[in-house]
């Protein structure tokens, strides 16, 4: 008579294979609780399972913290990308700089993206990875705490069998041979697996979580050191445009400029020209505070005279960026006087 076939591969035969493993399972335990069988114990195997649970616990609660900042990213993306439309809107098209205030709003999309795209791929697909393994081998821990009861299961009744006197003994012992060979060989594959791989992964957390935080550092400290960048430049054009405007709006009287006629006429008493540093090219005056962003810059407050000279190697010098020494400095200091580099939208040439 032909098995009955319950769909999926199943037959009636397996079934009841299976539900006898569940109950011989669930007997073997009711017998290790009541201390009536003894329980194969390895503490080493039981701490590292302990470990992975909490390396698991851990690197979802970082997964999940990931995508939360992430998802912070995103939403400061477009309320940055409003902000700036909204700027670019207001800003009149006959005003100084329109141009640069138009780009500087694409230079500020195209920073947030390309810090976003970053974290996805150097981050978050890393973590996603790392988090990818922890299923496959929390299902076969669980296999294994199931193949030790039956390895237990089959090593208790292989004894009780022996210790039988009943006349189909010899047949009762050989197949209990076989089933305790058999739930031995299962277990301990499985067992010698996992004994090599938690180890592993354990130790693998520290290296991971080290490149994990450098990324997400070095990939913040380089946006914010462009943005920053990009910001002097989005001040500029706004304060020329206002200079500009200040210098249309002022009003000359007959008294002042007969004052600037005689400041301007030269002296028989004017002093001979200062001694300049090396590379002198002019002098420039601070309209604004700059606080300077790293050891090769200028620190300037808004009314220094900057004497401008050459960089020592012309290839070093970025757009829109000049060489200096502050004059007070050079008076007092001369050749000891501190030179730096300082944006030139920040001063006014005299």
């Given at each position: 008579?032909?098995?009955?076939?319950?769909?999926?591969?199943?037959t009636?035969?397996?079934?009841?294979?299976?539900?006898?493993k569940?109950?011989?399972?669930?007997?073997?335990?009711?017998?290790?609780?009541?201390?009536?069988?003894d329980?194969t114990?390895?503490?080493a195997?039981?701490?590292?399972?302990?470990?992975?649970?909490?390396q698991?616990t851990?690197?979802?609660?970082?997964?999940r913290?990931?995508?939360?900042?992430?998802e912070?990213?995103?939403?400061?993306?477009?309320?940055s990308?409003?902000?700036?439309?909204?700027?670019?809107?207001?800003?009149?098209?006959?005003?100084?700089?329109?141009?640069?205030?138009?780009?500087?709003?694409?230079?500020?999309?195209?920073?947030w993206?390309?810090?976003?795209?970053?974290?996805?791929?150097?981050?978050?697909?890393?973590?996603d990875?790392?988090?990818?393994?922890?299923?496959?081998?929390?299902a076969?821990i669980a296999k294994?705490?199931?193949?030790?009861?039956?390895y237990?299961?089959a090593?208790?009744?292989?004894a009780?069998?022996h210790?039988?006197?009943?006349?189909?003994?010899?047949?009762k012992?050989?197949?209990?041979e076989?089933?305790?060979?058999?739930?031995?060989?299962?277990?301990?594959e499985?067992?010698a697996?996992?004994?090599?791989?938690?180890?592993?992964?354990?130790?693998s957390?520290?290296?991971f979580?080290?490149?994990?935080?450098?990324s997400?550092?070095?990939?913040?400290?380089?946006?914010?050191?462009e943005?920053?960048?990009?910001?002097?430049?989005?001040?500029s054009?706004?304060?020329?445009h206002?200079?500009?405007?200040?210098?249309?709006n002022?009003?000359?009287?007959?008294a002042?400029?007969?004052?600037?006629?005689?400041?301007a006429?030269?002296?028989?008493?004017?002093?001979?020209p200062?001694?300049?540093?090396?590379?002198f090219?002019?002098?420039?005056?601070?309209?604004?505070?700059?606080?300077a962003?790293?050891?090769?810059?200028?620190?300037m407050?808004?009314?220094?005279?900057?004497?401008?000279?050459?960089f020592?190697?012309?290839?070093?010098?970025?757009?829109?960026?000049?060489m200096?020494i502050?004059?007070?400095?050079?008076?007092?200091?001369?050749?000891?006087?501190t030179?730096?580099v300082?944006?030139?939208?920040?001063?006014?040439?005299l």
């Open positions: 008579m032909a098995e009955l076939n319950l769909g999926k591969g199943l009636a035969g397996k079934v009841a294979s299976n539900v006898q569940k109950l011989t399972r669930a007997q073997e335990k009711v017998l290790q609780k009541l201390g009536k069988a329980e114990k390895d503490v195997f039981e701490e590292g399972v302990i470990n992975f649970n909490k698991y851990e690197g979802s609660k970082l997964q913290d990931l995508r939360a900042y992430l912070a990213v995103k939403a400061m993306h477009e309320s990308k409003n902000l700036q439309a909204c700027l670019v809107d207001m800003y009149e098209p006959e005003w100084y700089g329109k141009n640069e205030v138009d780009s500087i709003a694409e230079d500020c999309d195209v920073l993206t390309d810090y976003h795209q970053k974290l996805v791929d150097h981050a978050l697909i890393s973590m990875t790392y988090l990818g393994q922890f299923p496959d081998i929390k076969r294994r705490d199931r193949k030790l009861v039956d237990d299961s090593r208790h009744n292989y009780a069998t210790k039988s006197k009943k006349k189909d003994g010899g047949i012992i050989t197949k209990a076989e089933e305790f060979e058999r739930a031995q060989k299962v277990f301990e499985i067992n697996d996992l004994q090599e791989e938690l180890p592993s992964l354990w130790n957390r520290v290296g979580y080290v490149s994990t935080f450098q997400l550092a070095g990939f913040e400290e380089k946006f914010h050191k943005m920053s960048r990009v910001r002097l430049f989005y001040r054009p706004i304060v020329l206002l200079d500009k405007t200040k210098q249309q002022r009003i000359f009287t007959p002042v400029a007969a004052v600037a006629a005689v400041a006429e030269p002296t028989e008493a004017a002093s001979a200062a001694e300049m540093p090396p590379g090219m002019f002098k420039v005056q601070v309209m604004h505070d700059y606080a962003n790293d050891t090769d810059e200028l620190e407050k808004a009314g220094d005279v900057v004497l401008v000279i050459t020592d190697n012309p290839d070093e010098q970025d757009d829109g960026w000049l200096g502050k004059q007070h400095d050079w008076e007092q200091s001369k050749e000891n006087a030179k730096g300082f944006p030139e939208n920040f001063t006014q040439r």
